[in-house]
């Protein structure tokens, strides 16, 4: 039995990766752009969202996936669909498990996705929420809303973190094999890019940076594939794809907005300095610029009207309250940490590479030598907003073993008159041009590209070279890059626990506002997301404080709560 079922799928290779793809990236931007379109019309979330997405997300698949395959058959078809579903459903489970403990996370990210969830229709409610439910992107939240209203967890939506890692790794070894990488180093190397420092700390929080960060990667290896490929055809799976991701990245933050538009940008630049060189500008390049031009205008006027348009229209400026006449919010002052203040934005950068990876304001940045760790980065690393230092205690040994790698290259490609020299130039100007653009320079989650220069280093390699010398040293970047993000496991693990005690704790709470006196505090923060996780429980006889409990029991960072006798 077991043998002939082996054979069954050796015949018809039933698992078809793109077909699993296209299911899963069609169901996250189904659940984000056609919530966008019904917010516009007045309707508001529901269950049968979720629902939707996932009829519309298999009748896509076996659309799109019929003209990009020869050999299609239905009952790949089905298999394929019911292990997209699966995987959806068991990243929830696992999304389940673990409750965002983070600050952030716990206010305006919950707070968004809970009042999304029960009817606030963002398009035009006016007050609801503080000034980042009112005014920021929400691609992320919307998601998470939608899935909650399916679930009735809020913590079901963090779901999205673990199904962009699934196929990002995947979509990543299955490029490097077509480039006859072995399975080892592929696999690796998709671990490398899909795990990284930034989505691995926040997967288990409502912080965007992880899914930005895997959203920019994927969409910038689609980019590549249309690059690579013999003729660039709109009608390619490739290009269905970077149409959603493009959608889903300008939503998340305001920032995935300018850097997504970069990485676009060179790579259209690229496709036009191709077009010249052959003589080929014509009906191609034309077609290119008007699907980029549609693409954004419904990315930006249609699901971002909630986000751009209004803020723009009401407020003078997309980015409000950032930017803008009367904005009052400063993300600067009184987050940086303490000494980088009177320092140049080139030092503040040097610092944020080269020093001691830790997440407080009132500590100066310590430089170190590249490749040691101590105990207190260790401790720092399980925070999801790690500023000095983000991407972890070796990144800053790994970027000086890249740039010399990245830089022969494109000296080598140059002298060639390699056509993939322009290409390298281009994407690395736009992994670097957002750092003198954007303020915050000291928070390198709003730098994810920067992650890439050591990946990039290991593909030249990889791409270029049998040699054993250049084998071996890409071999210590893939090691020194995947111990690197090792460091960050325990964190995870640690979130685990937290999460136990914590649904311990709300399960007691639950059982104890029956009879007793509960009282809830949540310091500084009267509207709190962290809140629906009561409403999830059934908890509902409980006192509201917003100010600091001296003798609660913590739950999260400024969460307590106390039981006393009842009346």
């Not at 997209?84 to 983070?102: E, K, P, R, V």
């Not at 909650?148 to 973190?161: C, D, L, R, V």
């Not at 009207?305 to 009052?328: A, M, R, W």
Request: hydrophobic letters at 50%; a positive charge; glycine letters at 4%.
């Amino acid at each position: 039995m077991l043998i002939s079922m082996k054979s069954f799928l050796e015949k018809i290779k039933i698992v078809d990766a793109n077909q699993i793809t296209t299911f899963i990236l069609s169901f996250i931007f189904l659940n984000i752009a056609l919530t966008s379109v019904l917010f516009l019309i007045g309707v508001g979330i529901s269950n049968l969202h979720f629902l939707t997405s996932i009829i519309i997300s298999a009748i896509v698949t076996y659309v799109i996936n019929k003209k990009n395959t020869e050999e299609y058959s239905i009952k790949k078809v089905i298999v394929n669909w019911l292990i997209s579903i699966l995987i959806i459903f068991l990243s929830i489970m696992i999304a389940n498990i673990f409750y965002d403990n983070t600050w952030d996370g716990n206010t305006y990210h919950k707070e968004m996705i809970g009042l999304m969830k029960n009817g606030m229709n963002p398009v035009y409610n006016e007050n609801s929420g503080d000034v980042w439910v009112q005014h920021y992107a929400r691609a992320v939240e919307t998601y998470a809303a939608v899935v909650y209203a399916f679930t009735g967890n809020i913590e079901s939506g963090k779901s999205i973190n673990i199904l962009l890692m699934l196929m990002l790794g995947v979509q990543v070894f299955k490029f490097l094999k077509k480039k006859n990488v072995n399975n080892i180093i592929s696999t690796l190397i998709g671990l490398a890019v899909a795990v990284n420092p930034i989505s691995l700390i926040q997967s288990t929080s409502y912080y965007v940076d992880g899914v930005f960060t895997n959203v920019l990667f994927f969409l910038m290896l689609e980019l590549l594939k249309i690059t690579d490929s013999k003729e660039i055809k709109l009608r390619s799976l490739s290009f269905f794809w970077v149409s959603m991701l493009t959608v889903i990245c300008i939503n998340i933050k305001f920032t995935s907005l300018l850097i997504c538009t970069m990485f676009i940008g060179v790579f259209c630049i690229y496709w036009l300095y191709i077009s010249i060189a052959q003589k080929k500008l014509g009906a191609t390049f034309k077609k290119l610029f008007f699907f980029f031009v549609a693409v954004y205008i419904f990315a930006v006027v249609i699901v971002g009207e909630s986000v751009y348009v209004k803020n723009f229209v009401k407020y003078g400026h997309p980015f409000y309250p950032l930017k803008g006449e009367n904005t009052g919010v400063d993300i600067v002052s009184g987050n940086e940490p303490e000494g980088l203040a009177e320092k140049s934005h080139v030092e503040k950068f040097i610092y944020t590479l080269f020093s001691k990876t830790y997440t407080w304001y009132d500590k100066k940045p310590e430089l170190k030598i590249p490749f040691t760790v101590y105990k207190d980065e260790l401790y720092s690393m399980q925070f999801a907003d790690t500023r000095i230092g983000a991407f972890g205690p070796w990144y800053s040994g790994m970027l000086l073993l890249s740039l010399p790698i990245v830089l022969f290259y494109l000296i080598k490609k140059f002298i060639k008159k390699d056509k993939n020299a322009i290409l390298l130039l281009l994407i690395l100007m736009a992994i670097v041009l957002p750092i003198p653009i954007l303020p915050v320079v000291w928070q390198l989650r709003y730098y994810p590209q920067l992650y890439l220069l050591p990946i990039i280093a290991i593909l030249l390699i990889v791409l270029d070279s049998d040699k054993m010398f250049k084998k071996i040293y890409s071999y210590l970047l893939i090691t020194a890059t995947l111990v690197n993000t090792l460091l960050f496991v325990p964190a995870v693990f640690d979130n685990f626990k937290s999460s136990i005690r914590i649904n311990k704790q709300l399960i007691y709470i639950y059982e104890q506002s029956l009879t007793k006196k509960v009282t809830i505090s949540i310091e500084d923060c009267p509207n709190a997301g962290a809140r629906y996780n009561l409403v999830d429980k059934h908890i509902t006889n409980y006192t509201f404080l917003m100010e600091k409990m001296e003798d609660g029991e913590p739950m999260y960072f400024r969460f307590f709560y106390k039981i006393e006798e009842g009346e």
